[in-house]
């Protein structure tokens, strides 16, 4: 069974990187659990740093607001009653 399709729209996000930093990813790919590719390496990265800056309290942990969950809801398949 398939995950279901994300309840938000993803964005696209382009940094401009030296070849050190190229080379870096590229190790991190041939490891296992940092991504596939460039992009999934860098997005866990970025992931990680922000989960620690909240835990420093850097930053403060957003909420789902009732949007989002109402967006997460419509994707949601329901229950077949027997």
Do not use: C, H
Request: net charge positive; glycine share 6%; aromatic share 4%.
């Amino acid at each position: 069974m398939s995950r279901p399709p994300n309840a938000l729209k993803s964005i696209d996000v382009t940094i401009i990187a030296p070849p050190k930093l190229r080379d870096y990813l590229d190790d991190l790919i041939a490891e296992q659990g940092f991504g596939t590719s460039r992009g999934e390496v860098a997005k866990t990265l970025v992931w990680e740093r922000i989960r620690d800056l909240i835990s420093q309290g850097v930053l403060d942990r957003r909420r789902a607001t009732k949007g989002d969950r109402a967006l997460v809801a419509k994707r949601i398949p329901t229950r077949r009653r027997r």
